[in-house]
């Protein structure tokens, strides 16, 4: 049954608890099972080392070559299993998950959704936990299919999929969960001398996200042994997809017992060692530092918290859709074919149940497409709307997911109205228009902040219509919460700019402002330390005529960070930069500023905050 600690983990995650794993576990082993168990332990001192283990997963060959060229697409159990929605989970928290559901809902994405990409069906946590939430494990402590949830087991369930056409998907906490530790004496499969004692640290550490495993200790070679045996169970059964969550570190947890890349690498592998391509997504809120981690052992990796809202719908606005704004641009630079950024479920499809508007629905689904996220939908399949379907199936968004365009980034700053875009391979651009207020407004795309000047034919992504030719601009007046998708295709010619290194002798810093080494900035070099009441004020910036001039901003930041630009004797505004990503990846935003003819001066004033530190400027010649 759930534990009050249970309540109070989820509590505490607010939102996550698949995040939230009930803890209460049973023992899987029996007394006819450890009378079997061996005794020996072949580890040994000269084998303890986690960095060999980490090497040899690297140098593994890559059975999964071909993985993830694309963001993969498809469906998932989790969003339906974590609802409250009326009759959704009928016995209890979590019970939706059933094989009878699963088949349910891989036969309606085979004949409505299939033939526009999307084929994953992916079966999420509670595959081996009974309706108490309460683990089971087979005699070497692996989970095992409760046999009510899925009575005829997982291979069954795979081959229904792989009927259909479809991949088949699983999941895993990481770690070794504490019912399978039975004491330390459960074999592990097809690893004579090694059980359960040999593969964790003799402390019993905690890992993963709700603390509800043992860390693997990878110095002895038990640990991986052990991965591998749940890595060729997987392949056994036909899997094609993996999840692997509590992931650290991430999980909203930090510090040597959370770091998991140990595991990550094991696993990298195990899989490929089962000679079975097995696509392996890292789940949730992994972080940024291991960046790199993520991408050379795994295919996907969760980038926030759930979407989730846990409530009576699947998802709400201001739980957690509307942070993806935010967290988002950090990772841009990150993904890739071969791994992409999962910013999670996109559960757009069944109106009500979706919790909601149709404005809210469409920039959800945008937001998605410009970053490439995977796009698994956790809605009933069955219940699909007319407005969720024509959402979910329009080929020129999906296409927008899918091409081989780099991931969209903010061109303006954070607030409740925003432009995003990316530049295509055909020299236009995708630009998505976002207004994030709870009012109507108006949002302009300027053509300077993309580089380019004149006229520029435009395509509206959503209503599938050529809107004609726009010059310099293109302004959309967007619900509360609504947006806009277009291609833009320049007519016109390059923008002539002038720059201005940030590091100039001839600008003009103030408090702690300083020059600093910079190998990804223009000129080498930057100016940081914008903190307490410090300036960097651009001299002489010079144009023919007044007007307002949008000014591209080259910048440096590892976190989202807020500054006060203003020309001249203005006021300004505090503007909030997003992140980079991290310390050394140079990005741009584009500010409008008034600039008068002759000389002017362009100021960022940190106040009290912390700035991002600035690269130079980059202004049009003519207004």
Request: charged residues 20%.
């Amino acid at each position: 049954m759930r534990s009050p600690s249970y309540r109070a983990l989820r509590g505490a995650l607010a939102g996550s608890p698949r995040h939230t794993m009930r803890v209460t576990l049973v023992l899987a082993v029996t007394a006819g099972l450890t009378a079997a168990v061996p005794t020996a332990t072949p580890a040994t001192a000269a084998s303890r080392s986690t960095t060999a283990a980490v090497t040899s997963a690297a140098t593994t060959a890559d059975v999964t070559s071909g993985i993830a060229a694309k963001p993969f697409m498809g469906w998932s159990s989790w969003s339906m299993q974590s609802s409250q929605y009326p009759g959704l989970n009928p016995n209890g928290d979590y019970s939706y998950l059933t094989e009878a559901n699963v088949l349910k809902q891989t036969d309606a994405l085979a004949t409505t959704l299939k033939k526009y990409g999307y084929d994953h069906v992916n079966i999420d946590a509670g595959w081996w936990m009974d309706n108490n939430w309460t683990t089971e494990f087979d005699q070497y402590g692996r989970q095992t299919p409760d046999p009510v949830r899925f009575p005829h087991g997982m291979k069954s369930v795979a081959d229904h999929i792989h009927s259909k056409g479809l991949k088949a998907g699983i999941y895993l906490p990481v770690g070794l969960e504490k019912g399978a530790y039975g004491d330390g004496r459960v074999p592990v499969w097809n690893a004579p001398g090694c059980t359960t004692a040999d593969i964790v640290h003799p402390d019993l550490r905690t890992t993963n996200g709700w603390d509800s495993a043992y860390k693997l200790d990878f110095g002895n070679p038990c640990a991986q042994r052990y991965i591998d045996s749940q890595a060729q169970m997987l392949a056994d059964w036909g899997y094609d997809f993996l999840k692997l969550d509590g992931v650290g570190p991430g999980s909203f947890k930090s510090g040597d017992n959370y770091n998991n890349v140990a595991d990550v690498a094991a696993w990298h592998k195990a899989i490929a060692d089962t000679g079975r391509p097995i696509h392996l997504e890292l789940s949730w809120s992994l972080d940024i530092g291991h960046a790199a981690d993520w991408k050379k052992y795994s295919n996907g990796w969760r980038i926030d918290t759930d979407v989730e809202c846990y409530c009576n719908t699947l998802v709400t606005w201001e739980n957690s859709v509307k942070g993806r704004w935010d967290d988002a641009p950090a990772w841009s630079g990150k993904a890739g074919p071969g791994g992409w950024n999962d910013l999670d479920a996109i559960d757009v499809g069944n109106g009500a149940m979706d919790g909601l508007t149709n404005a809210e629905r469409q920039s959800y689904m945008t937001l998605w497409a410009i970053n490439k996220s995977p796009l698994f939908t956790g809605d009933d399949l069955t219940q699909l709307d007319s407005y969720g379907l024509s959402l979910l199936t329009n080929q020129e968004v999906i296409a927008v997911d899918q091409n081989n365009s780099p991931v969209a980034r903010p061109v303006t700053p954070m607030g409740d109205e925003q432009v995003w875009g990316t530049k295509n391979s055909d020299g236009g651009y995708t630009v998505a228009l976002f207004n994030l207020g709870h009012s109507p407004a108006s949002v302009t795309a300027n053509w300077a902040s993309f580089g380019f000047t004149g006229a520029a034919s435009v395509r509206d992504l959503w209503n599938h219509k050529d809107l004609g030719t726009y010059k310099s601009k293109i302004t959309a007046t967007l619900p509360a919460h609504g947006s806009r998708l277009f291609t833009v295709k320049p007519g016109g010619a390059p923008l002539a700019t002038t720059s201005y290194e940030a590091e100039s002798a001839n600008n003009t810093r103030t408090g702690n402002a300083s020059v600093a080494a910079c190998d990804s900035c223009s000129g080498g070099k930057k100016v940081g330390n914008l903190y307490l009441a410090s300036k960097l004020q651009f001299n002489d910036i010079t144009v023919k005529k007044d007007g307002i001039y949008p000014v591209n901003v080259s910048y440096v930041s590892g976190d989202s960070r807020s500054v006060t630009v203003y020309s001249n004797s203005g006021n300004g505004t505090s503007l909030k930069f997003p992140s980079t990503g991290d310390w050394g990846t140079v990005e741009t935003i584009s500010v409008e500023l008034a600039l008068k003819a002759g000389s002017n001066t362009i100021t960022f004033d940190s106040g009290w905050d912390y700035s991002p530190d600035i690269d130079r400027i980059t202004v049009p010649k003519s207004a």
